[in-house]
């Protein structure tokens, strides 16, 4: 199946600096790749996703890079603020009854 | 307001004993999923279901069961045989591939 991978695991950044967290995948037939945010004891929620016709997605102070050739997808956040202090998912799936594999999350922090 | 209800929010298990899990969604999805939620890996599969009376495992089933009885509800009953099953369970329905996710059913075994 699938297999995805994340990192960094854990991300501190200064208040309206960039966070960037990376994703790889392993199944070239894959064409669709969301991310999540998930705050504390709560479910994720989906904040941008990307589909393999498109290099890249922005909305707001977000956006999302797709490179087909090398398996890998990137979140961008710009501007952080201390609300985007979260776990960080990103996912993927090649249509197979839309199953998405996570990557283990990342748990970003932003300092004050 | 359309979403995917998860009760109880905290549930706490006895050695040997079966617990189920409800999940309940109004937003008319074919699709529901169970996944649990292990510190540092991530989401992994349990079970799906793309139809009513149609249920397929994931990646980690053995252990637990589902039902599909009716398109609003995917109750996950968690079994004595699951030998580890202390976790965060989150259901989550779909449509086209977009996932709603409920807020989670956090099960300790005492």
């Known amino acids: 199946g699938e297999n995805v991978e994340q990192h960094p695991s854990t991300l501190s950044v200064q208040e309206g600096d960039s966070a960037v967290i990376k994703c790889t995948y392993s199944?070239?037939?894959?064409?669709?790749f969301p991310w999540y945010k998930q705050e504390l004891g709560k479910g994720p929620q989906l904040i941008i996703d990307?589909?393999?016709?498109?290099g890249e997605k922005k909305d707001q102070r977000i956006a999302v890079t797709l490179n087909k050739t090398a398996k890998h997808f990137s979140l961008h956040i710009t501007e952080t603020q201390p609300e985007d202090s979260a776990v960080y998912f990103c996912?993927?799936?090649?249509?197979?009854?839309?199953?998405?594999?996570f990557g283990a999350g990342t748990t970003v922090t932003v300092r004050a | 307001d359309g979403g995917i209800t998860q009760s109880p929010k905290y549930l706490f298990r006895k050695e040997g004993q079966n617990v189920t899990l409800s999940c309940e969604q109004n937003?008319?999805?074919?699709?529901m999923y169970w996944y649990r939620q292990d510190p540092g890996q991530g989401l992994r599969l349990i079970y799906y279901?793309?139809?009513?009376?149609?249920?397929q495992k994931g990646d980690i089933a053995e252990g637990y069961s589902v039902s599909r009885e009716k398109k609003e509800s995917f109750p996950l009953t968690v079994t004595s045989a699951q030998k580890n099953p202390t976790a965060f369970y989150l259901c989550?329905?779909?449509?086209?591939?977009?996932?709603?996710f409920g807020s989670g059913t956090r099960l300790t075994v005492v």
């Open positions: 990307i589909r393999s016709n498109v």
């Open positions: 199944d070239s037939a894959s064409n669709y």
């Open positions: 996912a993927a799936t090649k249509g197979e009854l839309y199953k998405l594999s």
């Open positions: 279901s793309q139809i009513v009376n149609d249920f």
């Open positions: 989550a329905s779909s449509i086209y591939g977009s996932y709603t």
């Open positions: 937003l008319n999805h074919d699709a």
